[in-house]
């Protein structure tokens, strides 16, 4: 540790809200509840939210993370994660006589039923999503194989060709870039006047937030660290956004991935996670930066978030 007075100076921005949403609090928390209830192992199928420290927490608690129902033994609990599920998996479980609980994010759930709406009503659906997301796959899974296209990029929006133009909805993921996908909707609509869409925006309360502060945040930085896991899409989309806004951004999952190379030269900070990351990773990275640096820091706030979703009443009961 260099001694304070050999600290060169750095100001910090941190960004507000960033970190947990309550989708991923609840998720985390369902998991805790029941092995309180059932006790180990409780198993849970993919991992319950995309953050390395809050899985191995969780395993450390008693929980046993597979990729496929076919991996738990009769006779265990298990968690669906909050990226939701194909209705194949829960029907499965219940074949099998599983006691499960499905942690999936009630905002989620919010788009699977919209798809079967859409579906009833005749429409294909094209949906704005990332290939091979769980997210992807559980909301493609709540409806007929063929009824949904992927549209992953503007040129796929530009070029894509269904079947039957005037019978046609959108829904996107919940975890994408606010203007990419603004982007990708508007050419839909351009090129699919009565197209139905939902009655609100599907990208999430804490997604928008994010990035919104985010917005705020980075043309002030030289560099922008955000914390989050690689498989994590809003944690990448934030790096994007910095990265648009004119800074240097790195997506690293804790303060020991820093490269204090990338910091060489830089005055200003800024520091952010998605909504999959603690903030305890958050508190980690400022204190790695104030062992090298005399750090002057600030909060950038955008929003104030109250959001708290309803356990299952199978945990609270």
């Given at each position: 540790?260099?001694?304070?007075?050999d600290?060169?100076?750095?100001?910090?921005?941190?960004?507000?809200?960033?970190?947990?949403c309550a989708g991923v609090?609840?998720?985390i928390h369902?998991v805790?509840?029941a092995?309180?209830?059932?006790?180990?192992?409780?198993y849970?199928?993919h991992e319950?939210v995309?953050?390395?420290?809050?899985?191995?927490?969780?395993k450390?608690?008693?929980?046993?993370f597979?990729?496929?129902?076919d991996e738990?033994?009769?006779g265990v609990p298990?968690?669906?994660s909050a990226h939701?599920?194909?209705?194949a998996?829960p029907?499965?479980a219940?074949e099998?006589?599983?006691?499960?609980?499905?942690?999936?994010?009630?905002?989620v759930?919010?788009?699977?039923?919209?798809a079967?709406?859409?579906v009833a009503?005749g429409?294909?659906?094209l949906?704005?999503?990332?290939?091979?997301h769980?997210?992807?796959i559980?909301?493609?899974?709540q409806?007929?194989?063929?009824?949904m296209?992927?549209?992953?990029t503007?040129?796929?929006?530009?070029t894509v060709?269904?079947a039957?133009s005037?019978?046609?909805?959108?829904?996107t993921?919940t975890?994408?870039s606010v203007?990419d996908?603004?982007?990708?909707?508007?050419?839909?609509?351009?090129r699919?006047?009565?197209?139905?869409?939902?009655?609100g925006?599907d990208?999430?309360?804490a997604?928008?937030?994010?990035?919104q502060?985010?917005?705020?945040?980075?043309?002030?930085c030289?560099l922008?660290?955000?914390?989050g896991a690689?498989?994590?899409?809003?944690s990448?989309?934030?790096r994007?956004v910095?990265?648009r806004?004119g800074?240097r951004?790195?997506?690293i999952?804790?303060?020991?991935?820093?490269?204090?190379?990338w910091l060489?030269g830089?005055a200003?900070?800024g520091?952010?996670a998605g909504?999959?990351?603690?903030?305890?990773?958050v508190?980690?990275?400022?204190?790695?930066?104030?062992e090298r640096?005399?750090?002057?820091s600030?909060n950038?706030?955008s929003?104030?978030e109250?959001v708290?979703?309803k356990?299952p009443r199978?945990?609270t009961?």
């Amino acid at each position: 540790m260099l001694a304070t007075a050999d600290r060169p100076a750095l100001t910090v921005l941190v960004a507000a809200p960033r970190g947990f949403c309550a989708g991923v609090d609840r998720a985390i928390h369902i998991v805790e509840l029941a092995l309180e209830r059932w006790g180990a192992p409780v198993y849970v199928r993919h991992e319950i939210v995309h953050n390395k420290f809050v899985v191995d927490s969780l395993k450390a608690k008693g929980a046993i993370f597979v990729e496929e129902l076919d991996e738990v033994p009769d006779g265990v609990p298990v968690v669906f994660s909050a990226h939701g599920v194909p209705k194949a998996v829960p029907a499965k479980a219940e074949e099998r006589g599983l006691t499960y609980v499905d942690a999936t994010c009630p905002l989620v759930s919010k788009v699977h039923r919209q798809a079967e709406r859409l579906v009833a009503q005749g429409c294909h659906i094209l949906f704005i999503g990332h290939e091979g997301h769980p997210e992807v796959i559980g909301t493609f899974g709540q409806v007929p194989d063929g009824a949904m296209t992927l549209i992953e990029t503007l040129e796929d929006a530009q070029t894509v060709q269904p079947a039957d133009s005037s019978k046609l909805g959108f829904l996107t993921q919940t975890t994408l870039s606010v203007d990419d996908t603004a982007d990708m909707v508007a050419e839909l609509k351009r090129r699919f006047p009565a197209i139905e869409g939902p009655r609100g925006d599907d990208i999430c309360y804490a997604t928008s937030n994010r990035q919104q502060a985010v917005k705020a945040m980075a043309p002030r930085c030289d560099l922008v660290l955000v914390i989050g896991a690689s498989n994590s899409s809003n944690s990448q989309r934030l790096r994007e956004v910095a990265e648009r806004e004119g800074a240097r951004s790195y997506l690293i999952q804790r303060a020991a991935e820093i490269d204090w190379g990338w910091l060489d030269g830089v005055a200003t900070v800024g520091i952010t996670a998605g909504a999959s990351a603690p903030e305890l990773l958050v508190q980690e990275v400022i204190a790695a930066l104030t062992e090298r640096f005399t750090v002057s820091s600030e909060n950038i706030t955008s929003a104030v978030e109250e959001v708290v979703f309803k356990l299952p009443r199978a945990l609270t009961a």
